[in-house]
């Protein structure tokens, strides 16, 4: 088609009357040469000519009819899970096309009122889903519904997508391609924006899928994937690809604790004081709060410096013990330094008895009248005397002892509630692991181990039940993968992974809805860990959902300054939207203008009485090339993406069927299905429907 200064593509198909035109003429070519003064030797050369100059027409004609028809309804895109593409140096993210100015034109063209009967429903359309709606569930009607909605018939029922089809329809002129981000572009860390049910689970399992078959199970990528809600086609497809490429799979789901593995979320870190980070993360530090904050740090803290200094390992039941009575553990480190410090006296002991004998109630405080234990009383009175530098640890367990208990509650009842539901039920067996428990054959999740293992693990955090303890196990989790992150970045793969294995290791996190799990442990996690080799994938509905759960402008924007690959799928917050179209610039479209004037001709000598003039104008307009509209009239499955720097593109996503991985267990099934049963996420808008049938 030629280029002029205006491109009008919703118009008649008027090619189609050049093509039978030409149609014709080459048939009276061959019929009947004379008819067009042409000598019968070159009759054929002549019908080749029209029949070529028709066939041009044709395929113009029809190109009109198509973008025409695309404007209502696009064609089904279908692409099953077998036959997504995998590469080394790619990540395939569905098919569309680059936005530019053009596309900007064409849909400000298709809002034009005169262009109305080109991208609404025909009459005819309309009254059919009247009737359906009118007669449902009758069986005189049933065989007239069906007839409707056969994939010839131009009055089908179409996809329920919503949203306006012309957003992506204004592409399919030139055609679609597979979109394709540079897998190294993936360091930068990818956000992906959407309302609930518009898909954008499907893309996460478009991406896990992939990032599971990348690579052999010697050197392929890391992939952990983060589920608050439970979705149970995500897990089934999680672990069923793991399966089919022979990686190993950790399961752990808190509301199915008989399949879920253990996994122990103050148990490994790099620094000590990491245990007590993740414990009080939770806790409100906002007003008066913050102080009460403080001190269950300090006193978790010495908590966890205790056990360690003792050879055992913290633990969320441990902890909760001991932040609950700190008695025993004092009791039990204070005689482990006295047994082991060189500078304590020989005869401690029995100085401690000398002084508990001593004790009544006229030489004691009014705190150590409030504890059954004098022997402990004894012992910190005897550490107090001695005239040495005193363990710092031992220091704050003695400082914690020697609080009124009635105050000592007080101040530890911000974390005594949350110990409890981390510590209560089956969540407790999960959380706390019985490292001697011989009979237990759940696997611990080990976050080394998995790197080592090149393995593949999917935590479902059951947050519509508890969405306190989901939280703050996925802010554990988040917070113990920054310490790998940190571990990694500082001392390479030597402290992982053996000398044979020390490639770089890429870990793909994913993590949906992860406004339930973020904390400040995860700006760390961004900030820093893409040179750990870390490639983060986060999902959520809108950004003020993490501008809530931080509490903090400033945080969010850093947050959002280290997500640099970016997918909008429909959203409904109007802030959300112009995170994108705030950063597009503005270009300039060309509206054309009609003008129409009229005379009168005030000489009367002259045979005219009035003149008459008709003109059409091009008028330049400057728009910004996406407007939040647009992204708010998406349609499920459709996405517009920020990729390659700052480049714009419009994408399709792959509808999947349903997952039917063949690798899964017999519990590990009957796990999905109950997940199924349960909790429907809507996102397979596109399966049962008469239109998605035909075209599988």
């Given at each position: 088609?030629?280029?002029?200064q205006?491109?009008?593509?919703?118009?008649?198909?008027?090619?189609?009357?050049?093509?039978?035109?030409?149609?014709?003429?080459?048939?009276?070519?061959?019929?009947?040469?004379?008819?067009?003064?042409?000598?019968?030797?070159?009759?054929?050369?002549?019908?080749?000519?029209?029949?070529?100059?028709?066939?041009?027409?044709?395929?113009?004609?029809?190109?009109?009819l198509n973008?025409?028809?695309?404007?209502?309804?696009?064609?089904?895109?279908?692409?099953?899970?077998?036959?997504?593409?995998?590469?080394?140096?790619?990540?395939f993210?569905?098919?569309?096309?680059?936005?530019?100015a053009?596309?900007?034109?064409?849909?400000?063209?298709?809002?034009?009122?005169?262009?109305?009967?080109?991208?609404?429903?025909?009459?005819?359309?309309?009254?059919?889903?009247?009737?359906?709606?009118?007669?449902?569930?009758?069986?005189?009607?049933?065989?007239?519904?069906?007839?409707?909605?056969?994939n010839?018939?131009?009055?089908?029922?179409?996809?329920?997508?919503?949203?306006?089809?012309?957003?992506?329809?204004?592409?399919?002129w030139?055609?679609?391609?597979?979109?394709?981000?540079?897998?190294?572009?993936?360091?930068?860390?990818?956000?992906?924006?959407?309302?609930?049910?518009?898909?954008?689970?499907r893309?996460?399992e478009?991406?896990?899928e992939?990032?599971?078959?990348?690579?052999?199970?010697?050197?392929?990528?890391?992939?952990?994937?983060?589920?608050?809600?439970?979705?149970?086609?995500?897990?089934?497809?999680?672990?069923?690809?793991?399966?089919?490429?022979?990686?190993?799979?950790?399961?752990?789901?808190l509301?199915?604790?008989?399949i879920?593995c253990?996994?122990?979320?103050?148990?490994?870190?790099?620094?000590?004081?990491?245990?007590?980070?993740?414990?009080?993360?939770?806790?409100?530090?906002?007003?008066s709060?913050?102080?009460?904050?403080?001190?269950?740090?300090?006193?978790?803290?010495?908590?966890?410096?205790?056990?360690?200094?003792?050879?055992?390992?913290?633990?969320?039941?441990?902890?909760?013990?001991?932040?609950?009575?700190?008695?025993?553990?004092?009791?039990?480190?204070?005689?482990?330094?006295?047994?082991?410090?060189?500078?304590?006296?020989?005869?401690?002991?029995?100085s401690?008895?000398?002084?508990?004998?001593?004790?009544?109630?006229?030489?004691?405080?009014?705190?150590?009248?409030?504890?059954?234990d004098?022997?402990?009383?004894?012992?910190?009175?005897?550490?107090?005397?001695?005239?040495?530098?005193?363990?710092?640890?031992?220091?704050?367990?003695?400082?914690?002892?020697?609080?009124e208990?009635?105050?000592?509650?007080?101040?530890?009842?911000?974390?005594?509630?949350?110990?409890?539901?981390?510590?209560?039920?089956?969540?407790a067996?999960?959380?706390?692991?019985?490292?001697?428990?011989t009979?237990?054959?759940?696997?611990?999740?080990?976050?080394?181990?998995?790197?080592?293992?090149?393995?593949?693990?999917?935590?479902?955090?059951?947050a519509?039940?508890?969405?306190?303890?989901?939280?703050?196990?996925?802010?554990?989790?988040?917070?113990?993968?920054?310490?790998?992150?940190?571990?990694?970045?500082?001392?390479?793969?030597?402290?992982?992974?053996?000398?044979?294995?020390?490639?770089?290791?890429?870990?793909?996190?994913?993590?949906d809805?992860?406004?339930?799990?973020?904390?400040?442990?995860?700006?760390?996690?961004?900030?820093?860990?893409g040179?750990a080799?870390?490639?983060?994938?986060?999902?959520?509905?809108?950004?003020?959902?993490?501008?809530?759960?931080?509490?903090?402008?400033?945080?969010?924007?850093?947050?959002?300054?280290?997500?640099?690959?970016?997918?909008?799928?429909?959203?409904?917050?109007?802030?959300?939207?112009?995170?994108?179209?705030?950063?597009?610039?503005?270009?300039?479209?060309?509206?054309?203008?009609?003008?129409?004037?009229?005379?009168?001709?005030?000489?009367?000598?002259?045979?005219?009485?009035?003149?008459?003039?008709?003109?059409?104008?091009?008028?330049?307009?400057?728009l910004?090339?996406?407007?939040?509209?647009?992204?708010?009239?998406?349609?499920?499955?459709?996405?517009?993406?920020?990729?390659?720097?700052?480049?714009?593109?419009?994408?399709?996503?792959?509808?999947?069927?349903?997952?039917?991985?063949?690798?899964?267990?017999?519990?590990?099934?009957?796990?999905?299905?109950?997940?199924?049963?349960?909790?429907?996420?809507?996102?397979?808008?596109?399966?049962?429907k008469?239109?998605?049938?035909?075209?599988?």
């Amino acid at each position: 088609m030629k280029q002029y200064q205006v491109e009008i593509l919703l118009r008649p198909a008027v090619e189609l009357n050049s093509a039978v035109i030409s149609f014709a003429l080459a048939a009276m070519a061959i019929i009947s040469p004379a008819a067009l003064y042409t000598p019968p030797q070159f009759a054929y050369f002549v019908a080749m000519f029209f029949l070529f100059s028709g066939a041009k027409d044709s395929y113009d004609g029809f190109r009109i009819l198509n973008y025409r028809r695309n404007m209502k309804a696009l064609t089904s895109y279908i692409l099953p899970s077998k036959d997504i593409p995998v590469k080394n140096n790619y990540l395939f993210i569905g098919r569309g096309f680059q936005w530019t100015a053009k596309h900007t034109q064409r849909l400000h063209d298709s809002k034009k009122t005169e262009n109305e009967i080109y991208v609404n429903f025909s009459w005819a359309y309309r009254f059919a889903r009247k009737l359906e709606y009118k007669y449902e569930g009758s069986r005189y009607f049933k065989a007239i519904f069906l007839a409707i909605n056969l994939n010839f018939s131009p009055i089908k029922k179409l996809p329920e997508v919503g949203g306006n089809p012309a957003i992506h329809a204004v592409g399919m002129w030139e055609g679609e391609q597979d979109v394709l981000l540079n897998i190294y572009e993936r360091n930068g860390h990818t956000l992906v924006l959407g309302t609930t049910r518009v898909g954008k689970t499907r893309l996460c399992e478009i991406f896990v899928e992939q990032d599971i078959a990348r690579g052999t199970p010697e050197d392929g990528d890391v992939t952990i994937v983060f589920d608050p809600k439970g979705d149970a086609d995500l897990m089934r497809r999680t672990y069923g690809t793991a399966k089919a490429n022979n990686r190993p799979c950790y399961i752990f789901h808190l509301g199915y604790p008989e399949i879920s593995c253990r996994y122990n979320a103050v148990g490994e870190f790099s620094r000590i004081t990491e245990v007590a980070t993740r414990l009080t993360q939770p806790l409100s530090d906002q007003g008066s709060s913050a102080a009460f904050k403080e001190f269950a740090w300090r006193f978790s803290n010495g908590i966890a410096r205790a056990l360690y200094a003792l050879g055992r390992k913290p633990g969320y039941t441990e902890m909760q013990r001991y932040i609950s009575n700190v008695d025993p553990l004092l009791k039990e480190y204070a005689n482990y330094y006295l047994q082991t410090s060189d500078t304590v006296p020989a005869d401690w002991a029995s100085s401690i008895a000398k002084i508990q004998q001593s004790l009544n109630e006229r030489n004691m405080t009014f705190a150590e009248k409030s504890k059954t234990d004098l022997y402990l009383v004894a012992l910190v009175r005897y550490v107090r005397e001695l005239e040495i530098m005193i363990d710092p640890v031992l220091e704050g367990l003695m400082s914690a002892f020697t609080y009124e208990k009635t105050y000592y509650d007080k101040i530890v009842a911000s974390i005594g509630p949350l110990m409890d539901k981390l510590t209560t039920g089956d969540a407790a067996a999960l959380l706390a692991p019985d490292y001697s428990d011989t009979n237990d054959m759940r696997p611990i999740l080990d976050w080394r181990n998995v790197i080592r293992e090149r393995a593949v693990v999917y935590v479902g955090l059951d947050a519509l039940s508890d969405y306190v303890v989901a939280g703050t196990v996925g802010n554990a989790m988040f917070a113990d993968l920054t310490s790998v992150a940190g571990e990694l970045y500082k001392r390479g793969t030597d402290s992982i992974l053996p000398v044979k294995e020390q490639s770089k290791t890429n870990i793909n996190v994913h993590a949906d809805e992860f406004n339930e799990l973020i904390g400040d442990e995860f700006i760390p996690l961004l900030n820093k860990a893409g040179g750990a080799g870390f490639r983060v994938t986060v999902y959520t509905q809108t950004w003020s959902d993490v501008n809530a759960k931080l509490g903090d402008e400033a945080k969010s924007g850093q947050v959002a300054g280290n997500l640099n690959n970016r997918f909008y799928l429909r959203v409904r917050e109007l802030d959300t939207a112009k995170m994108l179209t705030d950063m597009v610039e503005e270009v300039e479209i060309k509206n054309v203008q009609s003008v129409a004037t009229s005379q009168d001709s005030p000489d009367p000598g002259t045979r005219v009485d009035f003149s008459s003039s008709s003109q059409d104008r091009v008028v330049p307009e400057r728009l910004p090339m996406i407007d939040p509209s647009d992204i708010i009239n998406l349609p499920k499955g459709q996405a517009f993406a920020v990729l390659d720097g700052n480049n714009i593109w419009k994408i399709r996503l792959p509808l999947t069927p349903t997952a039917t991985e063949t690798h899964l267990p017999k519990d590990l099934e009957a796990v999905a299905s109950d997940m199924r049963a349960k909790y429907e996420t809507g996102e397979n808008y596109f399966a049962n429907k008469v239109w998605y049938q035909g075209a599988a």
